[in-house]
């Protein structure tokens, strides 16, 4: 069983950054896999970027690349999501999730077991 808690989401206005954390309790296998996933009112649950627990091999979306970082700590089991440049269109619930399915990173919310509560990331314009 693992437990997830984000925390740093908070009010930004365009073009500041934001640091996400997400700490994880229980056991994080080497085999793991992390992922930021967001969603906005009225929007479906859309994929941010993922990282391989072993070797930190990434996945980013499209619309997030060279503005976002995901990195983690594992001594202290702990994802983070460094956001630069933020946009209006950021504004959502960010959350993080773990996934012990192996394969090839996926943006696929299904594919991920476990997930924290969310924090909210409002940037305004």
């Known amino acids: 069983q693992v437990q997830l808690v984000e925390s740093g989401g908070g009010l930004v206005q365009a073009g500041n950054s934001l640091r996400l954390s997400c700490a994880a309790s229980g056991h994080i296998f080497s085999n793991y896999r992390m992922g930021w996933f967001r969603q906005a009112p009225g929007k479906e649950r859309e994929f941010v970027t993922a990282?391989?627990?072993?070797?930190?091999?990434?996945y980013y979306a499209d619309f997030v690349k060279g503005r976002f970082t995901i990195s983690r700590d594992s001594a202290i089991n702990t994802l983070y999501l460094q956001m630069n440049n933020l946009k209006p269109e950021d504004t959502a619930v960010y959350y993080c999730a773990v996934s012990r399915l192996l394969g090839p990173l996926s943006p696929h919310p299904n594919r991920y077991e476990y997930w924290g509560q969310g924090t909210q990331v409002t940037v305004s314009s």
């Open positions: 990282i391989k627990w072993s070797d930190g091999t990434t």
